[in-house]
């Protein structure tokens, strides 16, 4: 048995087994839900959880997926870019298999099947990952004066 720390403080406990390359997920009673991450160390709760959040989205999100009666809402921060965390807000139906994930002032994106609103939010990820952040290291500028050159 391995146990952790929820956010909240209460430990939870998973059998670790060797079947790597599967996606593993844990719920605490207080209604996070942690993305176990296989690292050096075995399977561990990735550092962000999925944060219950109590009411339905009032604008954004569509009618059809938060008029469901098993709609369920989380929240979780991802990280941008180095130093740059922001909110991202996830409507999901397990009985639809369908999700909603927006950030910002963004058109939520639809994901359909999902199993999970972790796997909506590995999902989202991947795509905002591979379209939004730079494809390189931004570079930094240079001090004014090492930028300058002798004339002549």
Known sequence: MVSSLCACGRAFEWLPDDDRGEARELACACGRRYDLILGDAG???????????ARQPLAGFSR??????DSERFFF??????????PVHVVFSPSAREAEVAF??????????????????????AWFDSRMRPKRPLERRAPLTEQRRPLG
């Open 77 to 86: 921060i991802h990280a941008m870019w180095p130093r740059r965390r922001q």
């Open 64 to 69: 059809e997926l938060t008029s469901r009666e």
């Open 104 to 125: 910002g002032d963004m058109k939520p994106l639809r994901l359909a099947p999902v199993g999970s609103a972790i796997e909506a939010r590995r999902r989202w990820a």
């Open 43 to 53: 399977w561990t709760p990735g550092p962000f959880p999925l944060i219950p959040e």
